[in-house]
Nanobody, 125 residues
Framework: QVQLVESGGGLVQAGGSLRLSCAASGRTFSGFAMGWFRQATGKGREFVGAIHGNSLSTSYADSVKGRFTISRDNAKNMVYLQMSSLKPEDTAVYYC??????????????????WGQGTQVTVSS
């Protein structure tokens, strides 16, 4: 059974930074694409970004491009989301997810089989 556990969320002022972490266990981590998604209260789940299973590429939503960076450490079974220049509209529960393949379909949740429980990020104005 795959387990994904996010951490690092919290309350931050607009313009600030946070780094989210996602720890994976229970399945080979290396080689499978990982994604970050978010869901604000009353809204649907939104793609934030993704990283190839072997870090060959990344993709980001236009709303976070240039502000957020995804990275992974396959030796530690970890994926990270570095968020900077945070805005109130970034407030949401953030989820990491693991795909069934090394590649991702940019901008979508297609192919993601395993999901974490989420971590809350709140950005105050």
């Amino acid at each position: 059974q795959v387990q994904l556990v996010e951490s690092g969320g919290g309350l931050v002022q607009a313009g600030g930074s946070l780094r989210l972490s996602c720890a994976a266990s229970g399945r080979t981590f290396s080689g499978f694409a990982m994604g970050w998604f978010r869901q604000a209260t009353g809204k649907g789940r939104e793609f934030v970004g993704a990283i190839h299973g072997n870090s060959l590429s990344t993709s980001y939503a236009d709303s976070v491009k240039g502000r957020f960076t995804i990275s992974r450490d396959n030796a530690k079974n970890m994926v990270y989301l570095q968020m900077s220049s945070l805005k109130p509209e970034d407030t949401a529960v953030y989820y990491c997810a693991q795909s069934l393949s090394s590649a991702y379909v940019a901008g979508t949740s297609v192919g993601y089989r395993y999901w974490g429980q989420g971590t809350q990020v709140t950005v105050s104005s």
